[in-house]
């Protein structure tokens, strides 16, 4: 009886510990953190707030957002574990065409500023965010469109 008693308390422990590594997975499937563009470089201007997006993931922002043309952003860390940051955005509404795009390394709750948009000033459609590093660069990767969502950005 004891046995089974303590083989019991085991499976429900084992279960309770499977339950939280799995809340931690999901954890890394959205992003914590959050992507603030503005319309003037050095973050300057109107701003517009994205939130709860997923790594890796194309997003379109709305006309509303592109009509008063981005030109810098503000990246905002809140996930303790990931420290390893992609942010591209492209002129392409589908995370195409032209891009610009930042590798870089943060810590939780610190910003990483990016003061202007080397060749897409004004001219912003789409973005990704990714969890882990790659070049810092710009180019064009075509007209090949990925599948994007729209964004949870807001202005205020």
């Given at each position: 009886m004891f046995k089974s008693c303590i083989l019991v308390g085991l499976a429900f422990a084992i279960g309770a510990v499977s339950a939280v590594g799995n809340e931690t997975a999901n954890a890394f499937n959205n992003a914590e953190v959050a992507l603030n563009f503005y319309t003037a470089w050095y973050n300057e201007g109107d701003p517009t707030y994205c939130l709860d997006f997923k790594f890796d993931q194309c997003y379109t922002l709305t006309n509303r957002i592109i009509a008063g043309g981005l030109s810098s952003a503000r990246f905002n860390?809140?996930?303790f574990w990931v420290r390893r940051f992609t942010i591209t955005v492209y002129s392409g509404s589908n995370c195409n065409y032209a891009y610009d795009?930042?590798?870089?390394?943060?810590?939780?709750?610190t910003s990483y500023i990016i003061n202007q948009f080397p060749t897409l000033n004004d001219n912003v459609r789409s973005f990704k965010v990714a969890n882990f590093h790659t070049s810092t660069d710009s180019g064009n990767i075509g007209a090949e469109p990925e599948e994007a969502a729209m964004t949870t950005c807001f202005q205020k």
């Open positions: 860390n809140y996930d795009r930042w590798s870089f390394t943060t810590t939780q709750h």
